[in-house]
């Protein structure tokens, strides 16, 4: 009976050990969990009702969500795509269903659907999962492999690394000869301290472009002001495509916001309509664009100096001017970053030359493979790395399941 050893009890564990004993029942699978609990990061992912996947079912549509591992995931994305995914979990009794987002949650709406999923399917399939199983340490010996934990040894014909985005995972993949590229933060808020956003906690705008003044970065989408700063969907993204560029300037940057994603010209021109048509009315008391709510609206007419009493018909040519900057080219110094430490998701990990997509196994060791953030694969937020998960999971199960 060929012994299978699988290190992480995360989503990228589970779903490895499920297809694998699937395929192949005369498997002995065990999947060692560090912590006391298991599935931890599909508890707390999408607010606790886990963001399965995203609804893209294109390959070469979906792997341009992924800043690194975009080339690696084409084939295997051929292979076991979003479409998969549904049918998978359907069949488990688990139907998906797609947000006006386009992301993919469990109709049932709480993450723990899917941790029953795969808990019941592990019991039902004889997969041993033991927790407070540290591994310490990972040898080869006569073509086998032998991990030792805190608690006991265990030998193994295959061995699976599926640990996530862990320092203690890593540095066992480099004792094994693999290359790690070094982790920096992916997915962050910008942290940006500005009178012109201050206390705005909560207000977003539907599409904003944002970009990194000398850089190429550029974003859009929706962007909303935190307590740090700016965040969502536009300024995850661009987190995550400039994760090491940002690194490398240790988080001190410069902004520039285009709230409403149109040119400044034309911003210019329905601000001087607005001038024609509503002479005598103030121009602070309201937002002309439905897309900037009016407390924001407040700050950027404030900060293009014109004052509380200004009516449309006293802004001078200078003064339209400013406003269409603030709306469309705001300045902003970005000092530092916030990341939500449940969710957090890392750029780095193994190198991805050192691995054959075809099984997800290493090019240096036999019967070896890493899935899930062990890999340097990561995604922007909205289901795509939990589909980087399962698409590696399932490819890695079939290789193993041969004889």
């Not at 341009?64 to 076991?80: D, M, N």
């Not at 705005?200 to 190429?216: D, E, F, H, Y």
Request: glycine fraction near 8%.
């Amino acid at each position: 009976m060929n012994k299978v050893v699988i290190i992480g009890g995360g989503a990228a564990g589970f779903f490895t050990a499920i297809n694998a004993k699937e395929q192949n029942p005369d498997l002995d699978i065990i999947i060692l969990e560090k912590g006391k609990e298991v599935l931890q990061k599909v508890k707390i992912s999408g607010g606790g009702r886990c963001n399965v996947t995203h609804a893209c079912f294109e390959p070469k549509e979906l792997v341009k969500f992924y800043p690194r591992g975009e080339k690696e995931l084409l084939g295997p994305f051929h292979t076991f795509m979003t479409g998969d995914t549904f049918e998978w979990f359907d069949d488990r009794g688990v139907p998906l269903k797609i947000e006006p987002d386009n992301r993919v949650f469990p109709e049932a709406n709480t993450s723990q659907a899917i941790i029953d999923c795969f808990e019941k399917a592990v019991a039902t399939l004889g997969i041993k999962v033991l927790k407070n199983h540290g591994v310490t340490s990972i040898e080869k010996e006569n073509n086998q492999w032998k991990i030792n934990t805190k608690n006991e040894t265990f030998i193994a014909d295959k061995l699976v690394v599926a640990a996530g985005s862990s320092n203690k995972a890593w540095e066992l993949a480099k004792n094994l000869e693999h290359t790690i590229v070094e982790p920096v933060p992916s997915l962050f808020t910008f942290n940006i301290k500005d009178k012109r956003i201050v206390d705005l906690l909560g207000i977003s705008v539907p599409n904003a472009t944002v970009n990194i003044i000398g850089t190429k970065l550029e974003s859009s989408g929706p962007l909303l002001i935190t307590h740090w700063g700016m965040s969502g969907p536009a300024v995850l993204k661009l987190s995550a495509f400039g994760a090491r560029i940002l690194a490398e300037k240790s988080y001190q940057y410069n902004v520039e916001v285009n709230w409403l994603s149109r040119p400044t010209d034309k911003i210019v021109n329905v601000l001087l309509n607005l001038k024609k048509k509503q002479p005598k009315k103030q121009v602070i008391l309201k937002s002309p664009f439905t897309e900037i709510p009016r407390r924001l609206w407040e700050r950027l007419v404030i900060a293009s100096e014109i004052t509380e009493n200004f009516k449309w018909a006293d802004l001078s040519n200078n003064h339209i001017d400013k406003l269409a900057n603030q709306l469309t080219k705001g300045l902003f110094n970005a000092n530092g970053k916030s990341t939500f430490k449940e969710e957090f998701v890392t750029a780095g990990g193994i190198d991805l030359k050192e691995i054959n997509f075809k099984r997800f196994e290493s090019r240096k060791h036999n019967n070896l493979f890493f899935v899930g953030e062990m890999l340097n694969i990561d995604a922007v937020t909205g289901g795509f790395n939990f589909q980087n998960a399962w698409t590696g999971g399932f490819i890695c199960a079939k290789a193993i399941a041969e004889n």
